[in-house]
């Protein structure tokens, strides 16, 4: 009941209510009007902002023997309303109120990014019991049930195939940008999605022990490990309240006049110290803002600063996350890469597999005529089969031209070696394609993650700055290792799930490191939760990583890492310079109350105005220049693309002016992602979800 109540009255509305009243005074004592004490406007302020302001100082005092800031304003609001100074009383209470208020604004953390990642996990199964098959409830499942997970559908439970082959988006999973293989005999992750081939697993654990409901649960124990910040007047409370009080208590034994001592009280409140770090970071945020980065957590600015590790996902941080052709070698003279492509193109024109429209993508932009294929076969995780004008063609990987009795060597320039070519793109972390057309091999394509034109730039502007940078990736140790060397990153981690991840972020902590942790993915949420620090890529970043991270870069610009720290650098700075402005400002007005030189009335009038001046001081860090190559953006008006998956008919959002891609046709309807553009300020893009 006394939480509901401080609530209530420490709210937005009221603290605007009370500072009227407040307001009100003022302009009383300025003009002159005489009003009996009862009547005195400043009672308003009092009671809205007085009383849950002393409900906190005592129920921090007996429930929790918390010595708090708020003990001593609420001495000081009692000492004055003792002595008929209503107005000092009023002062200090909604400075208290303000300040809280601007506190609670920079460390609020949404909760909405757990309920996300919960509603990933799948309700049903399709369940094989002899000839026949059942739809399920999730709970009905048990281990060694048989299950089968169609095109377009989520794995429902952990398990292994049994039956059939495919590939599998474990990108929830692994960030891994490729769909992975999978075929008899490997294991399959609750939450991932069958892309292309209909299979057949056997569940091999169920609920609680699943791979998706423990990254849930690291998401949880994550959050539930964030310690709770103190303000730093309330860190220093301890020894400021018995200060205060010795020195008014003086003051009165020594002068004989109540009213000195009273002062003190007033002029020692530390309103100007609680204002000090919220409005500092709040001009941080309003800056950072302007620049398409959304900070949520005071917290995570203040420890930005004294970051030393800064910790990198690759897919979607990195890079772009989107596959494109790198490489066509042709291993036949009559054949230039135009051919090759032309070749290539037709047989993977009706392909849904991401790295078939790579590369019809890639041939649509030389625009490069592609032949409509005949006979075109699919052969999920191995490959595709046509023919068209130039005969019949085969392109997939290694196992697939094999089982097509496809030898490596025939067909090859005497200089080019298949195999060696094949681990040279392998080790370069690319995807790669064998084309073979009439039974010969004529041509390897590889595919490869696109970088970020800006990361290498930023990476070094983060050495330049004293910092240590580590990638740590789902992919592939030969892809990471790649990234990194073209980077400049020292240390790579690769082939890892998300326990993983956070393992490494608790040994840099452990080390004794302060680390961020940049990624944007859904495996990334718990290392982001982790972290001192978490920045999550805003535009094509799961809403999980977002709402898990402190900061979100909304325009997907990694080049403003180094720009952060600098802000960071530089909130710090002036907080600290608003602490020594507001403990010097009350050091002399302490010395002046005792002198008599102050009243009561002046006293808080003088502690306002520190308080105003630390505000002013704070508002200069909105304007102030770090680095002219970060431009400033209009979020209101920048457009940026979302992409978004859902079985068409199951959402309650507007399709209104979006464009529709992949689509996947399952025995439940169409399964569908959508891209659309909205401005920056997410709640113009309310409408594209649910």
Same mark, same amino acid.
């Given at each position: 009941?006394?939480?509901?109540?401080?609530?209530?009255?420490?709210?937005?509305?009221?603290?605007?209510?009370?500072?009227?009243?407040?307001?009100?005074?003022?302009?009383?004592? /300025?003009?002159?009007?005489?009003?009996?004490?009862?009547?005195?406007?400043?009672?308003?302020? @009092?009671?809205?902002?007085?009383?849950?302001?002393?409900?906190?100082?005592?129920?921090?005092?007996?429930?929790?023997?918390?010595?708090?800031? &708020?003990?001593?304003?609420?001495?000081?609001?009692?000492?004055?309303?003792?002595?008929?100074?209503?107005?000092?009383?009023?002062?200090?209470?909604?400075?208290?109120?303000?300040?809280?208020?601007?506190?609670?604004?920079?460390?609020?953390? &949404?909760?909405?990014?757990?309920?996300?990642?919960?509603?990933?996990?799948?309700?049903?199964?399709?369940?094989?019991?002899?000839?026949?098959?059942?739809?399920?409830?999730?709970?009905?499942?048990?281990?060694?049930?048989?299950?089968?997970?169609?095109?377009?559908?989520?794995?429902?439970?952990?398990?292994?195939?049994?039956?059939?082959?495919?590939?599998?988006?474990?990108?929830?999973?692994?960030?891994?940008?490729?769909? /992975? $293989? =999978?075929?008899?005999? $490997?294991?399959?992750?609750?939450?991932?999605?069958?892309?292309?081939?209909?299979?057949?697993?056997?569940?091999?654990?169920?609920?609680?022990?699943?791979?998706?409901?423990?990254?849930?649960?690291?998401?949880?124990?994550?959050?539930?490990?964030?310690?709770?910040?103190?303000?730093?007047?309330?860190?220093?409370?301890?020894?400021?309240?018995?200060?205060?009080?010795?020195?008014? /208590?003086?003051?009165?034994?020594?002068?004989?006049?109540?009213?000195?001592?009273?002062? @003190?009280?007033? *002029?020692?409140?530390?309103?100007?110290?609680?204002?000090?770090?919220?409005?500092?970071?709040?001009?941080?945020?309003?800056?950072?803002?302007?620049?398409?980065?959304?900070?949520?957590?005071?917290?995570?600015?203040?420890?930005?600063?004294?970051?030393?590790?800064?910790?990198?996902?690759?897919?979607?941080?990195?890079?772009?996350?989107?596959?494109?052709?790198?490489?066509?070698? #042709?291993?036949?003279?009559?054949?230039?890469?135009?051919?090759?492509?032309?070749?290539?193109?037709?047989?993977? =024109?009706?392909?849904?597999?991401?790295?078939?429209?790579?590369?019809?993508?890639?041939?649509?932009?030389?625009?490069?005529?592609?032949?409509?294929?005949?006979?075109?076969?699919?052969?999920?995780?191995?490959?595709?089969?046509?023919?068209? #004008?130039?005969?019949?063609?085969?392109?997939?990987?290694?196992?697939?031209?094999?089982?097509?009795?496809?030898?490596?060597?025939?067909?090859?320039? $005497?200089?080019?070696?298949? $195999?060696?070519?094949?681990?040279?793109?392998?080790?370069?972390?690319?995807?790669?394609?064998?084309?073979?057309?009439?039974?010969?091999?004529?041509?390897?394509?590889?595919?490869?993650?696109?970088?970020?034109?800006?990361?290498?730039?930023?990476?070094?502007?983060?050495?330049?700055?004293?910092?240590?940078?580590?990638?740590?990736?789902?992919?592939?140790?030969?892809?990471?290792?790649?990234?990194? #060397?073209?980077?400049?990153?020292?240390?790579?981690?690769?082939?890892?799930?998300?326990?993983?991840?956070?393992?490494?972020?608790?040994?840099?902590? !452990?080390?004794?490191? =302060?680390?961020?942790?940049?990624?944007?993915?859904?495996? !990334?949420?718990?290392?982001?939760?982790?972290?001192?620090? #978490? @920045? &999550?890529?805003?535009?094509?970043?799961?809403?999980?990583?977002?709402?898990?991270?402190?900061?979100?870069?909304?325009?997907?610009?990694?080049?403003?890492?180094?720009?952060?720290?600098?802000?960071?650098?530089?909130?710090?700075?002036?907080?600290?310079?608003?602490?020594?402005?507001?403990?010097?400002?009350?050091?002399?007005?302490? *010395?002046?109350?005792?002198?008599?030189?102050?009243?009561?009335?002046?006293?808080?009038?003088?502690?306002?105005?520190?308080?105003?001046?630390? *505000?002013?001081? &704070?508002?200069?860090?909105?304007?102030?220049?770090?680095?002219?190559?970060?431009?400033? /953006?209009?979020?209101?008006?920048?457009?940026?693309?979302?992409?978004?998956?859902?079985? !068409?008919?199951?959402?309650?959002?507007?399709?209104?002016?979006?464009?529709?891609? !992949?689509?996947?046709?399952?025995?439940?309807?169409?399964?569908?992602?959508?891209?659309?553009?909205?401005?920056?300020?997410?709640?113009?893009?309310?409408?594209?979800?649910?």
């Amino acid at each position: 009941m006394i939480d509901e109540i401080t609530d209530f009255l420490f709210g937005l509305k009221m603290t605007i209510i009370s500072g009227i009243f407040l307001l009100i005074a003022v302009i009383f004592m /300025i003009f002159g009007i005489d009003t009996p004490i009862y009547l005195n406007p400043a009672w308003g302020t @009092v009671i809205i902002s007085g009383i849950p302001m002393l409900l906190l100082a005592m129920t921090r005092l007996i429930r929790e023997k918390w010595v708090s800031s &708020a003990l001593l304003i609420a001495i000081a609001m009692v000492a004055s309303l003792l002595i008929g100074e209503i107005f000092a009383a009023g002062e200090v209470a909604w400075i208290m109120a303000l300040g809280a208020l601007l506190e609670d604004w920079t460390v609020e953390r &949404a909760k909405k990014g757990l309920r996300n990642l919960i509603n990933l996990t799948p309700q049903t199964g399709r369940r094989i019991v002899g000839d026949s098959e059942e739809v399920i409830s999730v709970d009905e499942i048990r281990i060694g049930d048989v299950l089968r997970i169609l095109p377009g559908e989520s794995v429902p439970v952990d398990g292994e195939i049994i039956k059939g082959s495919s590939s599998l988006d474990q990108s929830i999973m692994t960030g891994e940008s490729l769909p /992975i $293989d =999978k075929e008899v005999g $490997d294991e399959v992750f609750c939450g991932t999605m069958n892309m292309y081939g209909a299979i057949d697993i056997k569940a091999t654990s169920l609920g609680e022990n699943s791979s998706l409901q423990k990254l849930i649960d690291l998401v949880k124990a994550a959050d539930e490990k964030q310690a709770p910040t103190q303000r730093i007047a309330d860190k220093w409370a301890t020894w400021l309240v018995p200060v205060a009080l010795a020195i008014a /208590i003086v003051a009165w034994l020594v002068t004989g006049n109540i009213e000195r001592g009273v002062t @003190v009280l007033v *002029v020692f409140c530390p309103c100007a110290l609680i204002l000090a770090t919220p409005t500092a970071i709040m001009a941080a945020i309003g800056q950072a803002t302007k620049y398409g980065v959304l900070i949520k957590s005071g917290e995570a600015l203040e420890t930005l600063g004294a970051l030393n590790t800064l910790v990198f996902d690759k897919t979607g941080t990195l890079t772009y996350g989107n596959l494109a052709v790198s490489d066509i070698i #042709s291993l036949k003279d009559d054949l230039d890469e135009m051919d090759v492509l032309r070749i290539v193109a037709s047989c993977e =024109k009706l392909s849904e597999h991401p790295l078939a429209k790579a590369i019809v993508n890639y041939a649509n932009e030389a625009k490069v005529d592609i032949e409509e294929p005949e006979d075109f076969k699919m052969y999920p995780g191995k490959g595709v089969y046509c023919k068209n #004008s130039y005969g019949h063609i085969c392109a997939g990987n290694s196992k697939f031209l094999n089982e097509n009795n496809i030898d490596f060597n025939i067909g090859s320039k $005497d200089d080019l070696d298949v $195999d060696s070519i094949l681990n040279h793109l392998k080790q370069e972390g690319k995807a790669s394609i064998i084309v073979a057309l009439n039974g010969e091999i004529i041509a390897l394509i590889g595919l490869s993650d696109v970088m970020r034109e800006d990361s290498k730039a930023m990476i070094e502007s983060l050495h330049d700055l004293g910092t240590e940078t580590v990638l740590l990736t789902g992919d592939n140790t030969e892809t990471a290792n790649y990234f990194a #060397s073209r980077l400049g990153i020292g240390k790579v981690y690769g082939n890892l799930l998300p326990q993983e991840k956070l393992d490494w972020i608790e040994r840099f902590k !452990d080390e004794g490191k =302060k680390v961020c942790m940049i990624g944007d993915g859904v495996n !990334d949420a718990p290392a982001l939760k982790t972290a001192d620090v #978490s @920045v &999550a890529m805003g535009s094509v970043g799961s809403d999980v990583a977002i709402e898990a991270a402190d900061i979100a870069l909304l325009g997907d610009d990694i080049g403003k890492i180094p720009y952060l720290k600098k802000l960071s650098n530089s909130t710090l700075f002036t907080i600290k310079a608003n602490i020594i402005i507001s403990m010097t400002i009350n050091a002399v007005a302490i *010395v002046c109350s005792v002198l008599g030189l102050l009243n009561p009335v002046t006293g808080a009038i003088v502690h306002n105005a520190g308080s105003c001046l630390v *505000v002013l001081n &704070a508002a200069l860090l909105y304007d102030r220049k770090f680095d002219d190559s970060i431009k400033r /953006i209009d979020t209101e008006n920048v457009e940026h693309s979302h992409y978004h998956f859902h079985n !068409d008919g199951e959402h309650s959002h507007s399709h209104e002016g979006i464009r529709i891609i !992949d689509e996947i046709k399952t025995d439940n309807g169409i399964k569908h992602m959508h891209i659309h553009k909205h401005a920056l300020n997410r709640q113009s893009c309310e409408a594209y979800h649910n």
